[in-house]
């Protein structure tokens, strides 16, 4: 079982900001900005490349509440997806880094 399915069933701990019925939003283990907090969909997908559109649709609204608990709705901030081997991704079911907290640079010059 992957690792993000093992937090979901509560075999692996995490520092939970937000939860409902089918997304979870955690602190990542290793957070590169002030604030970084991971966004998955309880239900296993692979990566975005995999995941129906009416998850991203209702990971929207999970996530703009995600925003608003961290209290970065309106300071901003980035959220990034990595897919399969060239953009990086190393733990195989979606997920969402939420950084901010802090200005997060420009991602393209
Ligand atoms: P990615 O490279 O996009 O697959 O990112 C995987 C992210 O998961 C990394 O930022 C890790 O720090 C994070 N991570 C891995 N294991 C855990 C864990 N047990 N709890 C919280 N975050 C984790």
């Given at each position: 079982?992957c690792?993000f399915c093992q937090i979901v069933?509560?075999?692996?701990?995490n520092?939970?900001?937000?939860e409902d019925?089918?997304f979870l939003?955690f602190?990542?283990?290793?957070?590169?900005?002030k604030?970084?907090?991971?966004?998955?969909p309880?239900?296993?997908?692979?990566?975005f490349?995999?995941?129906?559109s009416?998850?991203?649709?209702?990971?929207?609204?999970?996530?703009?509440?995600c925003?608003k608990?961290?209290n970065?709705d309106?300071?901003?901030?980035r959220l990034?997806t990595?897919?399969?081997?060239?953009?990086?991704?190393?733990v195989?079911?979606?997920?969402?880094?939420?950084?901010?907290?802090?200005p997060v640079?420009?991602l393209v010059?």
């Amino acid at each position: 079982m992957c690792i993000f399915c093992q937090i979901v069933e509560g075999k692996i701990p995490n520092k939970t900001v937000l939860e409902d019925e089918n997304f979870l939003c955690f602190h990542d283990i290793n957070p590169t900005r002030k604030v970084h907090v991971l966004i998955i969909p309880k239900e296993h997908y692979k990566s975005f490349q995999e995941t129906p559109s009416n998850i991203m649709c209702d990971l929207t609204a999970f996530a703009q509440k995600c925003a608003k608990e961290l209290n970065i709705d309106e300071s901003g901030y980035r959220l990034i997806t990595n897919i399969g081997d060239d953009g990086g991704q190393e733990v195989h079911h979606l997920h969402f880094h939420m950084i901010g907290g802090e200005p997060v640079g420009r991602l393209v010059r």
